[in-house]
């Protein structure tokens, strides 16, 4: 199993964070729930970003 994420997982945990935070009154747990999710959702781009940049970055040494 790969462990990086689809792009549409990420963008898919964003709207959910979005929605969950507007779905409902604003208590204290679901901001923190909506600041996890967030959290998450960053490191997911950061995850994608990073392996594509490994990506390119062994194409030209498979060149050789």
Do not use: D, I
């Not at 997982?9 to 967030?38: D, E, I, K, S, T």
Request: a positive charge; hydrophobic letters at 55%; charged letters at 15%.
């Amino acid at each position: 199993m790969s462990k990086v994420p689809h792009p549409f997982q990420v963008v898919a945990f964003f709207l959910m964070a979005v929605n969950f935070a507007l779905g409902q009154p604003a208590v204290w747990w679901r901001v923190g729930a909506v600041v996890l999710m967030l959290g998450f959702g960053c490191y997911g781009v950061y995850v994608l970003r990073r392996s594509k940049r490994m990506e390119t970055a062994q194409v030209p040494s498979e060149l050789e």
